[in-house]
């Protein structure tokens, strides 16, 4: 079993930046994949970025790219979503999630590992 634990939301005007973390633990040396993904009210959950960890690639939706960044630390077993330019449309419950198959899949069905959401507010 994985557990993840997601941190770092809050309310933010439009423009600001906020990091968010997700820390790994347990059977930690079977995830090949951490994303990151979102649920605004009345949406369903959409994939936001992923980091395959055993080739060191990143992918994004085409909405945040140039403006967020997904990093690790392995060290740490610590995942982060650097979120600058905020948007009011970037206002949702932000979850990680972790799978074993070394592969990244915007289908949230795919992830069997979950984090807490973490509230994101952007006012504008």
């Known amino acids: 079993q994985v557990r993840l634990v997601g941190s770092g939301g809050g309310l933010v005007q439009a423009g600001g930046s906020l990091r968010l973390s997700c820390a790994a633990s347990?059977?930690?040396?079977?995830?090949?994949?951490m994303a990151w993904f979102r649920q605004a009210p009345g949406k369903e959950r959409e994939f936001v970025a992923g980091?395959?960890?055993?080739?060191?690639?990143?992918y994004y939706t085409d909405s945040v790219k140039g403006r967020f960044t997904i990093s690790r630390d392995n060290a740490k077993n610590t995942v982060y979503l650097q979120m600058n330019s905020l948007k009011p449309e970037d206002t949702a419950l932000y979850y990680c999630?972790?799978?074993?198959?070394?592969?990244?899949?915007?289908?949230?069905?795919?992830?069997?590992?979950w984090g807490e959401g973490t509230q994101v507010t952007v006012s504008s």
């Open positions: 999630a972790a799978r074993s198959i070394n592969s990244v899949t915007v289908s949230i069905h795919q992830y069997p590992y």
């Open positions: 347990g059977r930690t040396f079977s995830i090949a994949v």
């Open positions: 980091d395959n960890w055993r080739d060191d690639t990143t």
